[in-house]
T-cell receptor, first 117, second 112 residues
Framework: GAGVSQSPSNKVTEKGKDVELRCDPISGHTALYWYRQSLGQGLEFLIY????????KSGLPSDRFSAERTGGSVSTLTIQRTQQEDSAVYLCASSLASSSGSTDTQYFGPGTRLTVL | AQSVTQLGSHVSVSEGALVLLRCNYS??????LFWYVQYPNQGLQLLLK??????LVKGINGFEAEFKKSETSFHLTKPSAHMSDAAEYFCAVKSSGDKLTFGTGTRLAVRP
């Protein structure tokens, strides 16, 4: 079946512009996660959705970052007024997990490579 | 807070040799531990996971890992390396809020 998909695969933007990154999770997966992978910081958690709610937003680095999920499916990560330090690969993952503490596997998408000039 | 440490950012082995990638964890509660692999320009793929059942966990592509509580370790091994195993490997622990906390990764090179 289809895996997690993300779009665009690559995004180049100018400093100060807003960007939107999209994630389509595996059908039926209630949990959705955003991570960021950068040279300096490695793999970092950003935000976790259970359904349309985000019980854990602790990894969002600043108020320029926001995310939403609608219909328990697609999620959008928005970065406002992008900075050069936002350049990274943004990874989305989904899992079946219907409750906290589940050991269900997180399946990752291929990521969106964001470059801020 | 839970965390993992991966010793060795780069490991190089000959084809056919043993692969050993090290991961130590820190956790105040019984941890759930994972190994993921990342091939160039791809996302992360789960190799195996420990969820407090058997301490020796077998994964895909011939990899396995053993959970050793006394050593707080979860090292990844494969008896015989293939060229196709060249990739970056990440150890992770499941933290509060269901997020994964990753180690810094180990890049495995396989020499012909």
């Amino acid at each position: 079946g289809a895996g997690v998909s993300q779009s665009p695969s690559n995004k180049v933007t100018e400093k100060g512009k807003d960007v939107e990154l999209r994630c389509d999770p595996i059908s039926g997966h209630t949990a959705l996660y955003w991570y960021r992978q950068s040279l300096g910081q490695g793999l970092e958690f950003l935000i976790y959705f259970q359904g349309n709610s985000a019980p854990d937003k602790s990894g969002l680095p600043s108020d320029r970052f926001s995310a939403e999920r609608t219909g328990g499916s697609v999620s959008t990560l928005t970065i406002q007024r992008t900075q050069q330090e936002d350049s990274a690969v943004y990874l989305c993952a989904s899992s079946l997990a219907s409750s906290s503490g589940s050991t269900d596997t997180q399946y990752f998408g291929p990521g969106t490579r964001l470059t801020v000039l | 807070a839970q965390s993992v440490t991966q010793l060795g950012s780069h490991v190089s082995v000959s084809e056919g040799a043993l692969v050993l990638l090290r991961c130590n964890y820190s956790s105040s509660v019984p941890p759930y531990l994972f190994w993921y692999v990342q091939y160039p320009n791809q996302g992360l793929q789960l190799l195996l996971k420990y969820t407090s059942a058997a301490t020796l966990v077998k994964g895909i592509n011939g990899f396995e890992a053993e959970f050793k509580k006394s050593e707080t370790s979860f090292h990844l091994t494969k008896p015989s390396a293939h060229m196709s195993d060249a990739a970056e490997y990440f150890c992770a622990v499941k933290s509060s809020g269901d997020k994964l906390t990753f180690g810094t990764g180990t890049r495995l090179a396989v020499r012909p």
